[in-house]
């Protein structure tokens, strides 16, 4: 566990889990104003955070047209195998942020990192969303204990 995690677990009525998501958040909120220049960087980031989270989070990175990191939101969070994910409120929070473009991650709890056909398919409506509003979808990140998949480097987006 990390320092931010340990003071955090101090906290009375906290379980583990949410002990470990908040700490994630308050890791997150550290890169504002980071521009993310590559894959690797941004997957080094996420991996750290959400990797081992015991239950489905879906993450968002809004940016500016520079790729600096606005803010970091866990949009959605799910189940030991899934979590709803809606395009509509997504590009709602983007526009609220201003951002020019987003990258999304969400963690297997299962441990394997490979895209599911309903990831893909939630990205590819994502990314027709956004796209009518001029906001572009860098990346989508799968996170797991095995290797992190970046879904732009394999041609999924």
């Known amino acids: 566990m990390t320092d931010v995690t340990l003071q955090i677990a101090e906290y009375d009525g906290l379980t583990p889990e949410r002990v470990l998501e908040l700490a994630a958040l308050l890791q997150l909120d550290k890169i504002r104003g980071v521009a993310l220049t590559s894959p690797a960087m941004t997957l080094d980031y996420l991996s750290a955070e959400i990797k ?5 989070q879906f993450f968002v990175l809004y940016l500016d047209t520079r790729h600096r990191v606005i803010i970091t939101e866990n949009v959605f969070s799910g189940s030991i195998d ?8 997504i590009a709602e929070h983007a526009l609220r942020h201003n951002a020019a473009a987003l990258i999304v991650a969400h963690n297997h709890p299962s441990g394997v990192s490979e895209p599911s056909l309903a990831d893909q398919a939630i990205t590819r409506r994502l990314k027709d969303a956004l796209q009518l509003l001029e906001i572009r979808l860098l990346d989508h990140f799968v996170i797991a204990d095995g290797t992190p998949v970046s879904m732009a480097s394999r041609g999924m987006l």
């Open 52 to 56: 081992h989270m015991t239950t489905e």
């Open 82 to 89: 899934g979590a709803c994910v809606y395009p509509r409120v």
